[in-house]
């Protein structure tokens, strides 16, 4: 069913406050998934843009309603829509980018990637509810990763011989796409890893469908005896409003740390005034600056680098800005590293 945005405004209106299972799993069924609906729906005339459209058998669109709801109207180089609007471009081959620029399509374990000594990243679920065009993960064999409970038990055998591993990172995909119920009991498998002692869930789910943060989900986390965090992903000062606030208000009073990673995108946020507004309406909102990171040198994406110079003079006027405890770092990640590469700014 096609709704006009009238009718899509009203009825995010009506269910801000509905933070259950039902209400974000409604969401996220009402995605759009038609780049001519996507315009249509911020008043951009479709057919000015009609070579753009084929991109998207390169990789689905899907945008959040709430999402599209914070897009400047009638502004086709708006930060938030240029980040998932498909655009011809991504059919480009361009040399020196990588179907998988961080080497991670071996798994250790089906879903599960061993990159770091004391960490491993499981792939909790396989879809995310916006695709982001700049996504390192859009060539990402899915299909092969996307464990159910009985599949999960290579992974879980793996973290249980592995004495080193620390902490489990929730990925994806994003994990929070999977529901309350899986989530506690893949909770529950690591809480009987003794040597497993932090959780820590990577998501982007939040931002564009707030009422994601449900009263069991807070309840898990702040019961478990892993020590848990949630690591957002923002880029745009924009993207945060009066609904995302709300919704991660029960997670800072459970006091689950709130962290932020952001990429540095072209025609987004390659610009120090608007990422040190990034970064003030971040902490305004309960959330740590965390790591600004250098585009990952995905193949279809190109078009969103900034060069590692940019970068730097981006982040030395941030530096003239901001507080140092308001100050994300800048890092690269690089393929087969034992952890992300922090960039020289001298």
């Not at 209400?23 to 753009?52: C, F, G």
Request: a negative charge; one cysteine or more.
């Amino acid at each position: 069913m096609k709704l006009e945005l009238p009718q899509i405004i009203t009825q995010i209106d009506h269910d801000l406050h509905l933070c259950d299972e039902k209400s974000w799993q409604k969401d996220l069924r009402e995605v759009v998934t038609e780049p001519e609906q996507l315009l249509a729906l911020v008043n951009i005339a479709p057919d000015d843009y009609l070579q753009h459209f084929k991109a998207r058998s390169l990789f689905p669109v899907r945008v959040p309603l709430s999402f599209i709801k914070r897009m400047k109207k009638g502004d086709f180089n708006d930060p938030l829509l240029k980040q998932v609007m498909p655009l011809s471009t991504e059919f480009s081959l361009t040399e020196g980018y990588s179907t998988d620029p961080l080497f991670e399509h071996d798994t250790v374990a089906e879903g599960l990637l061993h990159k770091y000594k004391n960490r491993v990243l499981m792939i909790v679920k396989s879809a995310c509810a916006i695709n982001c065009r700049y996504c390192f993960r859009r060539h990402f064999p899915y299909q092969d990763n996307s464990p159910n409970k009985k599949r999960w038990q290579s992974a879980l055998d793996y973290i249980a011989a592995h004495n080193e591993v620390s902490e489990v990172i929730f990925s994806g995909g994003d994990p929070l796409m999977a529901n309350d119920n899986h989530l506690a009991w893949l909770v529950e498998q690591i809480e009987h890893i003794p040597h497993v002692t932090r959780l820590r869930i990577h998501t982007r789910l939040p931002v564009v469908i707030p009422n994601r943060i449900t009263a069991s989900l807070v309840s898990l986390l702040k019961n478990s005896r892993l020590k848990a965090t949630m690591v957002l992903h923002i880029n745009h000062p924009n993207e945060i409003n009066d609904e995302l606030i709300a919704a991660l208000e029960p997670l800072r009073a459970a006091r689950i740390p709130l962290f932020n990673q952001s990429v540095l995108l072209r025609g987004v946020n390659d610009d120090a005034e608007i990422l040190s507004n990034l970064s003030e309406t971040l902490f305004d909102a309960g959330i740590q600056p965390y790591y600004l990171h250098l585009f990952d040198a995905v193949q279809g994406a190109a078009h969103f680098d900034v060069a590692e110079a940019d970068a730097v003079a981006i982040v030395k006027e941030m530096l003239a800005r901001l507080p140092g405890f308001l100050m994300p770092k800048l890092v690269r990640e690089i393929a087969g590293q034992a952890n992300k590469t922090p960039i020289n700014l001298a």
